[in-house]
């Protein structure tokens, strides 16, 4: 399980550290991939040594939801029950 995960990581790394060497200079895509690999190093750390066993999925929509909550008053992250529900509120 953790070398799928760690896979996927991997993977998105190299998809992101080579998109953005398309799209900027070497020194803005050194400075993306070190900043997630820092987001990557804190999700693994969480996911091995926090005290209650949490699954991936629950400790990436937790730092998604952080993350927008940090940006701004208006803005939110919405995960698929969250959404179903905002969806029922405002249609009826």
Known sequence: M??????????VFSLNFLY???????KDAQSR?????KLTNVIVTVEKYYVDELKLQEIVDKALKGL???LDAHSTFMDKKYFKEM???TNG
């Open 33 to 37: 991939f070190e900043s997630l690999s």
């Open 68 to 70: 927008m909550q940090e």
């Open 20 to 26: 953005a060497e398309d799209n900027t200079d070497k």
């Open 87 to 89: 969806q029922i509120q």
């Open 2 to 11: 953790n070398k799928i995960i760690l896979s996927i990581i991997v993977l």
